[in-house]
T-cell receptor, first 116, second 114 residues
């Protein structure tokens, strides 16, 4: 069964802490994504990566950075967590466009982050 | 710019009722892809359907059906004879290239009561 795994389901951090959210996929996908989900706003793209060591800003990258040292792993970093970063964070992956006709996003179960 | 609007924030129905979830999209691309995803209480979004802009045929899969109309930029989702297990948040989404950068609507939370 193919999987996108996020390391934590729930996380509580203090304002100013450095926070790492980890995501691993076992589908050999080229593309990986970090979204945040907030009520009434749906999913908003933070960062994405189309290859190892490559990254692109999404729609709301401020306050975040990412790391992709290996194809299967994509990390989201909050350099100095703030209360407005309290949210559900969803990781997703997909194959490279054009490789398959059934391209879609595969999601992890999410990490609910609370910043106090 | 691309945009997806799901005007219905929450819908509540009684089991066995039919329910339609609306989705309106905006894009200047001539080639694009539309999706529906389901998010059950467990949190993981699950893919339901993908449609490309050249295929306006409606699709039926069991109790689920989708109506794609380019003339009104809509991609509506109907659940026939709803069941309690259909309770979830449903997201409509739009992508320029199918598996890459995807824009999501705000989601519609569906409650199906027994």
């Amino acid at each position: 069964d193919v999987k996108v795994t996020q390391s934590s389901r729930y996380l509580v951090k203090r304002t100013g802490e450095k926070v790492f959210l980890e995501c691993v996929q076992d589908m050999d996908h080229e593309n990986m994504f970090w979204y945040r989900q907030d009520p009434g706003l749906g999913l908003r793209l933070i960062y994405f990566s189309y290859d190892v060591k490559m990254k692109e800003k999404g729609d709301i990258p401020e306050g975040y950075s990412v790391s992709r040292e290996k194809k299967e792993r994509f990390s989201l970093i909050l350099e100095s967590a703030s209360t407005n970063q309290t949210s559900m964070y969803l990781c997703a992956s997909s194959s490279r466009p054009g490789q398959r006709s059934d391209e879609k996003l595969f999601f992890g179960s999410g990490t609910q982050l609370s910043v106090l | 710019a691309q945009k997806v609007t799901q005007a219905q924030t929450e819908i509540s129905v009684v089991e066995k009722e039919d329910v339609t979830l609306d989705c309106v999209y905006e894009t200047r691309d001539t080639t694009y892809y539309l999706f529906w995803y389901k998010q059950p209480p467990s949190g993981e979004l699950v893919f339901l359907i993908r449609r490309n802009s050249f295929d306006e045929q409606n699709e039926i899969s069991g109790r689920y059906s989708w109506n794609f109309q380019k003339s009104t930029s809509s991609f509506n989702f109907t659940i026939t004879a709803s069941q309690v297990v259909d309770s979830a948040v449903y997201f409509c989404a739009l992508s320029r290239d199918g598996g890459f950068k995807t824009i999501f609507g705000a989601g519609t939370r569906l409650f199906v009561k027994a």
